[in-house]
T-cell receptor, first 113, second 114 residues
Framework: GESVGLHLPTLSVQEGDNSIINCAYSNSASDYFIWYKQESGKGPQFIIDIRSNMDKRQGQRVTVLLNKTVKHLSLQIAATQPGDSAVYFCAEMGSGGSYIPTFGRGTSLIVHP | GAGVSQSPRYKVAKRGQDVALRCDPISGHVSLFWYQQALGQGPEFLTYFQNEAQLDKSGLPSDRFFAERPEGSVSTLKIQRTQQEDSAVYLC????????????FGPGTRLTVT
């Protein structure tokens, strides 16, 4: 069936480096994507979203890139900080205004001071 | 302001027991979602409410799972005759809008069935 998955389960970076977390999706009908951050013992926290009519969207220290040709999504975090250490999930919603996100497995980001 | 709260935070149940998990959404939020999150996995959708109406329960894994939101605010997820495979973190989320609004998640209830 359709799925959302991540290329790397764990990413280790040094404080101050830029981080890139990748996500592949297989449902070509998806038209809305969200990145969530989940810290240990907490629920997921919305980071940034992007609609399929966009290729790039920027937030505070974060940028999401969407490549619909290869069905790939990435989250870039600039100047990564120890507080960015968490599990990051991408999620997609299907076309037609679906409000139910399908989450991928997650990538654990570890930031070393 | 207050976020989404869930109680209890941890629940240990013996197989066969019934459990009730509570979610207090952000005041005024129309939409409420329940998710199940297994260890190392992303959340999986269980059910969705718009105010007091349960509009989608397609993710409930069996008829042992039941959710309600009788007054359009607090919601309860009930699991009857718990089984070991029910062990997971149960997350609740609410959103201001009725469709694709940003979802605010609670901390979850970790259920362990022994």
């Amino acid at each position: 069936g359709e799925s959302v998955g991540l290329h790397l389960p764990t990413l280790s970076v040094q404080e101050g480096d830029n981080s890139i977390i990748n996500c592949a999706y297989s449902n070509s009908a998806s038209d809305y994507f969200i990145w969530y951050k989940q810290e240990s013992g907490k629920g997921p926290q919305f980071i940034i979203d992007i609609r399929s009519n966009m290729d790039k969207r920027q937030g505070q220290r974060v940028t999401v890139l969407l490549n619909k040709t290869v069905k790939h999504l990435s989250l870039q975090i600039a100047a990564t900080q120890p507080g960015d250490s968490a599990v990051y999930f991408c999620a997609e919603m299907g076309s037609g205004g679906s409000y139910i996100p399908t989450f991928g497995r997650g990538t654990s980001l570890i930031v070393h001071p | 302001g207050a976020g989404v709260s869930q109680s209890p935070r941890y629940k240990v149940a013996k197989r066969g027991q019934d459990v009730a998990l509570r979610c207090d959404p952000i005041s005024g939020h129309v939409s409420l979602f329940w998710y199940q999150q297994a260890l190392g996995q992303g959340p999986e959708f269980l059910t969705y409410f718009q105010n007091e109406a349960q509009l989608d329960k397609s993710g409930l894994p069996s008829d042992r799972f039941f959710a309600e939101r009788p007054e359009g605010s607090v919601s309860t997820l009930k699991i009857q005759r718990t089984q070991q495979e029910d062990s997971a973190v149960y997350l609740c989320a609410s959103s201001r809008e009725a469709t694709r609004g940003e979802q605010y998640f609670g901390p979850g209830t970790r259920l362990t069935v022994t």
